[in-house]
């Protein structure tokens, strides 16, 4: 607990009514927030609940959940995909009937638009059949949206299931997010189950090998409809029928497209709060496709009590050891070395769904051995024993869908490349291999509302105001608010209140006018032009416009949320992005004094204010790294990149501008698609090694010694060995090992005489460490700032 919590605690312990039970409706103008745990809508029979729902640290979702479960149960949710922040999010019903959730304060995230706005006041309530309204308040008939409308992975009794709705898995138990499987009607008519994994989709029910009519369904009724009734029958347009176990009035029941891809019927039982199966789609939950991937192999014994299990095809390995929906790859050890002839490995009760490019009855082995050897998309084939003594032969070109049980009458025989060891009759072996447990990786959101670096001096005053009690809060908070001048929002509280502000959207022809057509550029780099602009409010902005960003809507607006969440003094404030049609813009704060290089080119800046410059870079790359989500790598830290405040203050630019553009594919970073800037690269893109937040580091490391020696690596000849500045410097140290005096020699000519040697040496000696060529040597940016602020405690 902070100063921030507590703050906020007395706050709400303020302004929060006395609550007794909580309402199944709210009006117009009304909210419910993420910060009170009591607003929740409570259904008027008790049965669901309705509120924001925490699913990780900081993370929840807004959610309908069954009130008496025994752990939590929902049945719907409106941000499945994108988690809110635990401080600042909320669900406003606003003027018009429009309901929106909001993110931290920053611009809807999630909006339920009635389809014509409406004139007259509205209301959302939650009814007894956990279905979420939003209604006119004079005729609570006239719905403008229901929750019934958008299921997640959930039906409950009543609910329809329509050509327009589907209901998709979660990813996993504890990752709420959409997952591989769907329930949908189909093309035909048919209410199916879909597979859609990273690679390939099927469906797998009703059966794909069996034809609609011998199951029972039919494909002739096109009104695409399905619901389960209060007792307990399910009846679908396509005359799927079925009935829960219990059925009859009395439990809830929901129908659930559970995490392994199987369709099940729940009943609850009220004294216990557990959850039992009425009804299931199958049985067999090897028919389920995708749950091994590509060349796994699907084992189940029923009543052997060891649950579903996977294995590699012979020849192959786990490509995920914690997720099987990745599968199993070709063991390297087959594709090269002493591997001469192609031959096969067999094992029998085998199926393997789809993928067939060539069937044809009543082969022999050889013949269908040969068939498989003659094409080179031939990954292996079946050999199927067929009522008369025959035999087929199902040629594979993808191993999918495979599944094992002691009654299916086929042999699977893989296509491998073997050595001299398996022609004298090695066996590549198989075997079950336990998934290695998942690390608990609880989903964890920045928050964005406070800065770690907030003042140890404020923190005591809360904390001592927190134990005298409210009155003295009360008083601390009036004074905090009224004798807060500007000038003390220093950089301490910024943090807290810039979580008003928001993240917006701008429409193109709002950035035009702004910037007057594009007239004004002020910077120009490898991703896009920067024009300076006046918005609306009349703040100055610097606009930047994308050349390369990635196209597809939903992913640069993903990443661009990130981005937008960021914030801290060092880190360039970003104030919104534009996306439409190809245009892609960001919008962020314009700074005067403009980037490092300009002021090192101009020598403005004196050797103390370069010293706190690299401090304040070592602050914003840390916050970057570390105080926020690792994968927040800035990948092109220059002195072009570092703007400069009216105190010189620095402040990073373009950081996480990577993955806005099409260059940097989410984790594949290689030298190929991304460069970063020469001169100021770590060896590891050279060398296609990992790429990690060290990259940063070293580049921050030469941005250093740019600012002590006044030298850019550009201008710096590279030495014989291909070294740039670094090396520059190095040589320089060995010259004179044991004395300073290489340190003077190196200094910025212009600074001569005006600089604090021991601030000098430590620069130099933090610099070096970052230019490590091996990245484990390299400090993080956390430890830099510790240096840095080490040695001017110990000056002052
Ligand atoms: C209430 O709204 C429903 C649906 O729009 C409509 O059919 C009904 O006539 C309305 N009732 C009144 C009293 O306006
Ligand atoms: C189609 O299905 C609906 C819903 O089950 C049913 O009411 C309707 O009678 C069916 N139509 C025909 C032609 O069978
Ligand atoms: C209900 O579930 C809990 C947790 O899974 C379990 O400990 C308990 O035995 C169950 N109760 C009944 C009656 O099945
Ligand atoms: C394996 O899958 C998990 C969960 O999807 C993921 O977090 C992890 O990064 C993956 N590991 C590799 C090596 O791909
Ligand atoms: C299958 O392969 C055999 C042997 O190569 C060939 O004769 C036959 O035409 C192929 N059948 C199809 C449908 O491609
Ligand atoms: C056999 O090895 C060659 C290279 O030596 C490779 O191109 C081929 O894909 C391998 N075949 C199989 C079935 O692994
Ligand atoms: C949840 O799953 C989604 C989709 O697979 C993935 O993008 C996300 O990173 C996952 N979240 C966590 C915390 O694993
Ligand atoms: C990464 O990109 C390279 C080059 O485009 C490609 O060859 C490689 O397969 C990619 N790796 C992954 C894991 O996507």
């Given at each position: 607990m902070d100063f921030s919590l507590c703050f906020f605690l007395l706050l709400s312990l303020f302004f929060?009514?006395?609550?007794s039970t909580p309402p199944s409706s709210i009006f117009e103008g009304s909210s419910l927030s993420v910060?009170?745990?009591?607003?929740v809508l409570i259904s008027l029979n008790g049965v669901f609940t309705s509120g924001f729902h925490s699913i990780g640290d900081n993370a929840f979702i807004f959610a309908i959940w069954?009130?008496?479960?025994?752990?939590p149960t929902i049945?719907?949710?409106?941000?499945r995909d994108q988690p809110v922040n635990g401080k600042g999010s909320k669900l406003l019903l606003q003027k018009g009937g429009k309901l929106i959730l909001t993110d931290a304060?920053?611009?809807?995230?999630w909006t339920a638009a009635a389809a014509t706005p409406t004139s007259t006041s509205a209301q959302l309530s939650l009814h007894d059949t956990g279905n979420l309204i939003l209604s006119t308040s004079s005729n609570?008939?006239?719905?403008?949206?229901?929750?019934f409308d958008s299921p997640t992975n959930t039906l409950l009794p009543h609910q329809l299931l329509t050509r327009y709705t589907t209901l998709i898995s979660s990813r996993s138990g504890t990752n709420h997010s959409s997952g591989f499987y769907k329930l949908f009607f189909d093309n035909n008519n048919v209410l199916s189950l879909l597979y859609t994994g990273p690679e390939v989709s099927s469906i797998y029910w009703p059966d794909p090998w069996l034809r609609i009519w011998d199951q029972?369904?039919?494909?002739?009724?096109?009104?695409?409809t399905a619901v389960l009734d209060s007792s307990g029958h399910f009846i679908s347009s396509d005359n799927l029928k079925f009935s829960s176990?219990?059925?009859?009035?009395?439990p809830q029941r929901r129908l659930t497209l559970d995490i392994d891809g199987n369709l099940r019927l729940y009943s609850l039982d009220e004294t216990t709060g557990n959850w039992t199966v009425t009804?299931?789609?199958?049985?067999?939950?090897?028919?389920?496709?995708?749950?091994?991937?590509?060349n796994g192999i699907c084992s189940y014994e029923s009543?052997?009590?060891?649950g579903r299990g996977c294995f590699c095809v012979p020849g192959y390995r786990i490509k995920n050891s914690s997720d099987w929906s990745y599968g199993c790859e070709l063991d390297p050890s087959y594709l090269s070395?002493?591997?001469?002839t192609t031959d096969f490995v067999s094992l029998s009760f085998m199926e393997f769904y789809g993928y067939e490019y060539n069937v044809t009855m009543g082969q022999t082995l050889e013949s269908c051995k040969k068939i498989c050897l003659e094409?080179?998309?031939?990954k292996g084939f079946l050999f199927k024993y067929e009522d008369g003594a025959s035999h087929s032969c199902y040629a594979k070109s993808q191993l999918l869908n495979g599944k094992t049980s002691p009654n299916l009458r086929a042999t699977l025989y893989v296509k491998l490349n073997v050595s001299q060891k398996e022609k004298n009759g090695f066996i590549p072996s198989v075997q079950q291999i336990q998934l290695?447990?998942?690390?608990?990786?609880p989903i964890v959101l920045d928050?964005?509302?406070?800065?770690?670096?907030?003042s140890k001096f404020l923190e005591y005053l809360a904390w001592f105001a927190c134990g005298v009690g409210l009155l003295e809060m009360c008083v601390f908070t009036l004074c905090f608010f009224v004798f807060?001048?500007?000038?003390?929002?220093?950089?301490?509280t910024r943090g807290y209140f810039l979580a008003a502000t928001t993240f917006k959207k701008f429409s193109y022809a709002e950035l035009k006018k702004a910037t007057r057509g594009f007239n004004k550029e002020i910077g120009r780099g490898g991703y896009g032009v920067v024009y300076k602009g006046t918005l609306l409010d009349n703040r100055v902005a610097a606009i930047k416009r994308l050349?390369?960003?990635?196209?597809g809507e939903a992913e640069f607006l993903a990443e661009v949320s990130t981005i937008g969440r960021l914030n801290h003094m060092n880190l360039i404030e970003m104030w919104g992005y534009c996306v439409e049609g190809k245009h892609r813009l960001l919008v962020s704060e314009f700074m005067e004094h403009g980037s490092l290089a300009d002021n090192l080119n101009s020598n403005t800046l004196d050797s103390e204010k370069r010293y706190s410059i690299a401090v304040g870079i070592a602050k914003g790359l840390s916050y970057l790294h570390?105080?926020?989500?690792?994968?927040?790598?800035?990948?092109d830290i220059k002195p072009q990149n570092i703007l400069l405040d009216a105190n010189y203050q620095p402040k990073v630019a373009d950081f996480g501008l990577y993955k806005l553009?099409?260059?940097?594919e989410g984790s594949n970073l290689s030298f190929s698609k991304m460069r970063g800037t020469s001169g100021y690269m770590a060896p590891e893109w050279v060398f296609n090694h990992p790429i990690t937040s060290k990259v940063d580091v070293y580049s921050y490391g030469i941005v250093v010694f740019e600012m002590i020696t006044g030298r850019s690596p550009a201008g710096v000849q590279p030495t014989t060995d291909g070294g740039g500045l670094e090396t520059w410097v190095r040589n320089k140290k060995q010259g004179a090992p044991n004395s300073n005096a290489w340190i003077e020699e190196i200094i910025d000519p212009t600074l001569r005489g005006g600089y604090e040697m021991g601030r000098m040496e430590t620069l130099v000696r933090v610099a070096m460490q970052c230019v490590?060529?091996?990245?484990?040597?390299r400090p993080t940016m956390r430890k830099v700032v510790e240096m840095l602020l080490w040695n001017e405690d110990r000056l002052i």
């Open positions: 929060t009514p006395s609550s910060d009170r745990p009591n607003d069954f009130t008496k479960s025994f752990g049945v719907w949710t409106a941000n304060g920053e611009s809807p995230l609570t008939s006239h719905i403008l949206w229901q929750s029972g369904r039919t494909s002739y009724n096109s009104s695409n176990a219990d059925f009859g009035l009395g009804w299931q789609a199958t049985s067999d939950p090897c028919k389920v496709h995708g749950v091994c991937g590509p009543g052997a009590g060891t070395g002493d591997a001469q094409s080179a998309i031939c290695k447990c998942l690390r608990k990786n928050r964005i509302y406070k800065t770690k670096s907030g807060r001048t500007p000038k003390d929002s220093g950089p301490e050349n390369d960003a990635k196209e570390e105080e926020c989500l690792e994968w927040v790598l800035h990948c553009l099409n260059r940097g490590e060529d091996d990245k484990d040597a």
